[in-house]
């Protein structure tokens, strides 16, 4: 609290008894009582040195530099700013490695398609040649005589002899 301050004039009794043992313990000089009960006016030189330092104050803050906010602005900016360039990058890169995979997708669709057709092909002939095989088969037994035609394909097929019973040897003796 300042010297000159009005306020001091109403302080309470335990401030001024603290001050006065801060006072006490720094050995300073004590005030005189009198002297904060009853004010004195300035005298012309204190009164003229308060001016002359409000006055400077004033100068001061009037010629005081100012930060530009553009400067300010920039540099908390600037994080956001590097935090938006490798999103950004980021977002590039995943956009290349969509494209490609989109490519190569493509090219396998168009693989199995081109697959597909192939083996459609071979399905188809193998069914001509079936049917073309059918064909003959059914000209072929129509043309014998006494037979009645069968759609299919019959082959003779031999009996096999049986087996003889000295081919094999008993492992166990029967009771």
């Not at 603290?18 to 720094?26: G, S, W, Y």
């Not at 300073?28 to 330092?53: K, N, S």
């Not at 300010?72 to 360039?85: D, F, M, R, S, V």
């Amino acid at each position: 609290m300042s010297w000159s301050d009005p306020a001091r004039r109403f302080e309470p009794a335990e401030d001024v008894q603290l001050r006065a043992e801060l006072r006490d313990l720094l050995g300073l000089a004590p005030t005189a009582p009198t002297a904060a009960a009853t004010p004195q006016p300035p005298d012309a030189a204190l009164t003229a040195l308060a001016e002359d330092l409000r006055r400077e104050a004033q100068r001061r803050r009037r010629t005081e530099r100012k930060r530009p906010s553009w400067g300010l602005l920039a540099a908390a900016a600037l994080p956001i700013l590097a935090a938006l360039a490798g999103m950004g990058t980021w977002g590039f890169q995943q956009k290349q490695r969509a494209d490609g995979l989109a490519v190569q997708a493509q090219q396998q669709t168009q693989e199995l398609a081109r697959l597909a057709a192939a083996h459609a092909s071979e399905v188809a002939k193998e069914r001509q040649a079936k049917e073309e095989v059918q064909q003959q088969l059914q000209l072929a037994s129509s043309r014998r005589p006494g037979r009645r035609s069968e759609p299919y394909l019959v082959i003779p097929v031999e009996k096999p002899l049986k087996i003889q019973a000295d081919d094999y040897q008993r492992v166990k003796q029967q009771p």
